[in-house]
């Protein structure tokens, strides 16, 4: 078992971990690449990216971390999920592929590529609780949440769509915050758990 979580990690199967570990240099923060379960022991808070989340899926369970890691969030471990990391996080998945379990670590639910699915891609200031300004949001096929639990808190919202919400150690964002040059949202998800 794990005896020294130190450190952040950025789950670095498949998508846009890179641009996540340079966010939290740019922070002060060295985010170390988890790709096996040598790696999740070394850290205290995960982030899980964007990306695909039928190959993120599929590469946990085939690196054998699906387990630990559901373990672990279980036990109240501080998550991060952007846009497929927030799909991969959900309770409940429309439009996923028919093998496609979630994670389970935040009650919501969440629909793949729904969100402004007429232009793809976009971006939106939008207003964050918390924040004094807004934040410039990156959307790249976007998942909508249709529903969430009464313990789930919702931040931010984008023409009356959920798009950033979390609870007491999971924070999920349909939107790409790591590849804003802003790291305040990453900056909310390190105070979570403290
Ligand atoms: N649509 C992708 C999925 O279902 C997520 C897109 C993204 O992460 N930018 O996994």
Excluded at 7 to 28: D, R
Excluded at 100 to 118: C, E, H, K, M, Y
Excluded at 140 to 147: G, S
Excluded at 157 to 162: G, L, N, P
Aim: hydrophobic share 40%; proline share 5%.
């Amino acid at each position: 078992m794990a005896t020294n979580h130190l450190q952040v990690g950025v789950l670095a199967l498949q998508g846009a971990f890179e641009s996540h570990i340079k966010t939290f240099e740019t922070m002060g923060i060295e985010a170390i690449p988890v790709r096996s379960t040598q790696d999740l022991e070394r850290v205290h808070k995960i982030v899980i990216p964007g990306g695909e989340s039928t190959a993120i899926q599929m590469l946990l369970e085939s690196s054998s971390l699906r387990q630990p890691l559901s373990e672990r969030l279980s036990h109240g471990m501080p998550v991060f999920g952007t846009c497929a990391g927030m799909i991969v996080l959900s309770k409940v998945i429309l439009d996923g592929r028919e093998d496609q379990s979630p994670l389970n670590a935040i009650d919501i639910v969440v629909r793949r590529n729904a969100f402004g699915r007429q232009i793809d891609s976009f971006e939106s200031e939008i207003n964050v609780k918390g924040l004094t300004e807004p934040f410039p949001a990156v959307f790249i096929r976007a998942p909508i949440v249709e529903a969430v639990g009464d313990d789930v808190e919702v931040y931010a919202k984008v023409d009356d769509q959920i798009v950033l919400c979390g609870n007491a150690s999971t924070l999920v964002a349909s939107f790409h915050p790591e590849l804003s040059s802003d790291t305040r949202i990453h900056e909310i998800f390190l105070s979570i758990g403290e």
